[in-house]
């Protein structure tokens, strides 16, 4: 899946996402929503991409709670969508770049997603909302723009946004200072799953605070820019970290790589925690025999919510052998049966242990 892709710049810039949020001019916002305009909202999304053999609907209503968190982690659908009790769908596209969310904080929420800093999630977003509105009647008022539930996505409705990997800012103490003087540019930067969550990984969510009195194309060239500075900056203090403490840092990565691959138990956490150090321990050439794609692919994979849709494990502490049987896999080629799943069973109804952190 892209997912697990190495993108342009992918040493600092994990992936790029282009949301735009819009409404159904007939049809209440959210909170006002009756049963069956919820039920109108995925009927005429589901019409507009009828013959679209890429674009699989999904109810999101209908699934586990596991199951939609497994979702939540790979960034398909948002963690309010998870918890929602509004009737929910779906549109995903076979390689899941392509999502629309169906009665998340607005009627839709169209997003594009790809790995690296790639400017054709903006394209193909807006290829997915012509489509969209060719068939149904968004709100809109010709001065202020597009009509949104919250005043904040007002405007475009567009949120572009990076996943940027940022260790060197962190271990040096920048990554403060530096995030906030991207606020003061209209940036706002977020943990691994967005508003709330935690910085898991050292890995960082930048996009644009402002929707309203700017275009798109110029949302997008900020976000440009300023990733470039981000990532420019990064990689010199990861030259200096490596150029000033060169055996504290490959002592660093490589203890992470041996845990990793000899660990009996592993949590989240410290899945990510290690995972964070090899991937330093890749863009830096200490290490030579690990893939950044093999390791974004056993990331993937570590994810609780991930583990119990693939493998039926409910049990935190069989979730923690079973990552810690995930992560060996980062030195061996190709990836096993196990990594993927082709030995699951029929799932189970729900979890029998709540010991993981959905969000570690």
């Known amino acids: 899946m892209w997912y697990t892709e190495n993108g342009n710049m992918g040493d600092v810039v994990l992936s790029t996402r282009v949301r735009l949020a819009r409404n159904i001019a007939s049809i209440p916002f959210a909170p006002r929503m009756t049963k069956k305009n919820q039920g109108d909202v995925i009927e005429k999304c589901r019409k507009a991409f009828e013959g679209d053999k890429d674009m699989k609907f999904i109810d999101i209503s209908s699934m586990r709670d596991y199951e939609r968190q497994a979702l939540a982690e790979k960034h398909i659908i948002s963690p309010e969508m998870v918890s929602s009790t509004r009737r929910t769908g779906l549109l995903l596209s076979g390689d899941e770049r392509a999502a629309i969310m169906l009665n998340e904080e607005d009627h839709i929420r169209i997003q594009y997603m790809s790995s690296g800093l790639d400017r054709n999630c903006l ?90 009195g700017v275009s798109e194309e110029e949302i997008w060239n900020k976000l440009e820019q300023i990733t470039g500075e981000i990532v420019e900056k990064e990689r010199e203090l990861r030259k200096k970290l490596y ?82 049987e995930i992560t060996k896999e980062l030195t061996k080629a190709p990836c096993s049966d196990d990594l993927n799943g082709s030995n699951k069973e029929n799932k189970a109804a729900g979890y029998a242990e709540q010991g993981d952190d959905l969000n570690a």
């Open 243 to 324: 150029e000033n403490s060169k055996y504290e840092t490959e002592d660093r990565v490589l203890r992470s790589l041996g845990i990793l691959t000899n660990a009996r138990l592993m949590s989240g956490q410290e899945a990510l925690a290690r995972l964070s150090d090899v991937r330093l321990g890749i863009s830096l050439g200490i290490i030579k025999d690990v893939s950044v794609e093999k390791l974004n692919e056993v990331m993937y994979h570590t994810f609780p919510a991930t583990i119990v849709n693939t493998f039926n494990i409910f049990s935190a502490r069989e979730r923690d052998l079973k990552r810690a």
């Open 123 to 212: 394209v193909e977003a807006n290829r997915l909302d012509d489509k969209l509105e060719a068939s149904v009647d968004f709100a809109f008022d010709p001065q202020i723009g597009y009509l949104t539930c919250c005043p904040t996505n007002v405007g475009t409705g567009m949120r572009a946004s990076v996943m940027v990997f940022l260790p060197a800012m962190v271990m040096s103490n920048s990554a403060d200072r530096i995030f906030r003087s991207l606020s003061t540019l209209g940036m706002t930067v977020r943990g691994l799953y967005g508003e709330g969550s935690n910085s898991a990984g050292n890995i960082f969510q930048i996009s644009n605070q402002v929707t309203l």
